[in-house]
C-alpha cells in the first residue's frame, strides 16, 4: 500500500489524533484496506467504506491513553469530540463505531452509540469492524511481521494468507481467533495461514 493512497490520506488530512503506537496504527490501516480491496466485489462493499475503515483503523487505539481494557469505547468518545475535516457528522459516528467495534463486544442495537446509526449504515460498519478485526490481529505482536495480505475465495469459506518473512504464530492466532464478527457479518467461515513473503 502506496503511502499516498487516497483513503490514508484523507483521513490524515481530516485530523490529527494521536495514538500510542503509530507504526502499528498505520500498518493496520494499510492491512485493513488490502483486505477491503480484495473482498469488495465478492461482498458488494460500497467504494465510501474504504475512506471509513482507513480512518477508523489509523485510530482504533487512541483511547488506550484513557484506558488499556476499555480503550475500544474511549477511541470511539475521542474520535466524536473533535471535528473531522471532510468528513461529514454521520461518517463520522460511522468511523467512531467502526473503532469503537474492533475488539470485544460485537456491534449491537442495544448499544447507544451503534443506535445513533442511520439503518442503512448499520451493516457495513458490522462490515468494516469485521475486516478491523482480523486486520488487527494480523498486527497482533506490534512489529508489523505480516508485510501482506492475499485473499482466497473457497467453496463456503475464504482463506486469508498471512505474508510473512517467518511464521508469525501470534498474528494467524489472534487474527482467526477474531474472526467470528467476520463469519457472522459475511455468513462465510475464515481460515487464516500463512504465506511466505514472495521476494
Request: contains cysteine.
Amino acid at each position: 500500500m502506496p503511502a499516498s493512497d487516497p483513503s490514508l490520506e484523507r483521513a490524515r488530512a481530516a485530523a490529527t489524533i494521536e495514538t500510542p503506537d503509530p507504526e502499528h496504527s498505520e500498518h493496520v490501516a494499510d492491512l485493513a484496506l488490502r483486505l477491503f480491496d480484495q473482498l469488495r466485489d465478492r461482498f458488494a462493499l460500497p467504494i465510501e467504506g474504504r475512506d471509513l475503515l482507513a480512518a477508523a483503523a489509523l485510530w482504533h487505539d487512541c483511547g488506550q491513553f484513557r484506558s488499556l481494557p476499555q480503550h475500544h469505547r474511549y477511541s470511539f468518545d475521542r474520535i466524536m469530540a473533535i471535528p473531522l475535516k471532510g468528513f461529514d457528522r454521520t461518517e463520522q459516528l460511522a468511523i467512531a463505531n467502526i473503532a469503537r467495534y474492533h475488539r470485544a463486544a460485537e456491534p449491537s442495537p442495544r448499544h447507544p452509540q451503534f443506535q445513533r446509526l442511520p439503518q442503512p449504515l448499520r451493516r457495513l460498519v458490522e462490515q468494516l469492524a469485521a475486516i478491523l478485526r482480523i486486520a488487527e490481529g494480523l498486527d497482533a505482536s506490534h512489529q508489523q511481521l505480516v508485510r501482506d495480505v492475499r485473499v482466497e475465495f473457497n467453496d463456503g469459506y475464504i482463506t486469508i494468507h498471512a505474508c510473512a518473512s517467518t511464521y508469525p504464530t501470534l498474528e494467524v492466532e489472534k487474527a482467526q481467533a477474531r474472526a467470528g464478527l467476520f463469519r457472522k457479518v459475511f455468513g462465510t467461515d475464515v481460515l487464516v495461514v500463512y504465506e511466505p513473503l514472495r521476494q
